[in-house]
């Protein structure tokens, strides 16, 4: 069985738990608490050295690092990941961007309103930056959802997964999604697709 090295807070992880989720797969979730050192430790840094998560280990011992990597295995083969050579590009050219630009930006606004006592110096203007990048990612979305369904392919794919995953709770980084008319309706486009899991389903109130 596949197993998942993951963290309640992290949603780089839950962008493979909703994947395995559409996909039906079994997969054991192994929480590692970061904040306590757990993705530092040999045993750990043994199994994935850049001590991140989230990592996938295999069947067979392989381990995948990387959300973007997870996604793309794991997607490899099923509809969530298309067989035309521009269109896997243009998944890739999201999942990029989100890593890139959408990640440096709104996930970091989150986790600094989230964990300030760990954010010294991370505040006051570079937080205030964060915020104009964090929009401007934003407006870019909304632009292209405005004329487009989904990001790639024409359909639902692991680019929209990748994008969702800190979109979702964009708000915790003090984001105001109302600005963004189509990126809400694309997230209601997700959540009513089979096999949708909400993170509150995984995590709690995480």
Not at 121 to 132: A, Y
Not at 149 to 161: E, H, K, L
């Amino acid at each position: 069985m596949l197993r998942l090295y993951d963290n309640k807070e992290s949603r780089n992880g839950y962008k493979a738990v909703l994947l395995l989720s559409h996909l039906g797969t079994p997969y054991e979730r192994v929480e590692v608490d970061i904040f306590k050192g757990a993705s530092r430790t040999p045993e750990y840094l043994a199994k994935n050295p850049a001590g991140k998560i989230p990592a996938l280990e295999l069947e067979d011992g392989t381990m995948l690092a990387e959300s973007g990597a997870i996604l793309w295995y794991l997607a490899e083969g099923s509809p969530y990941l298309p067989d035309e050579r521009v269109a896997r590009a243009q998944v890739l050219r999201w999942i990029c961007y989100e890593q890139n630009a959408h990640e440096t930006s709104i996930a970091e606004s989150r986790f600094i309103r989230r964990h300030p006592e760990l954010c010294e110096g991370r505040t006051g203007n570079i937080f205030v930056e964060k915020q104009k990048r964090g929009n401007a990612v934003l407006k870019l979305m909304d632009g292209h959802l405005a004329k487009n369904d989904f990001f790639a392919a024409g359909r639902y794919t692991i680019a929209d997964m990748a994008l969702y995953g800190y979109t979702s709770v964009a708000d915790e980084g003090d984001f105001d999604l109302s600005k963004y008319p189509a990126v809400q309706a694309w997230m209601k486009r997700i959540e009513a697709q089979p096999g949708y899991v909400a993170a509150n389903q995984v995590y709690g109130g995480a």
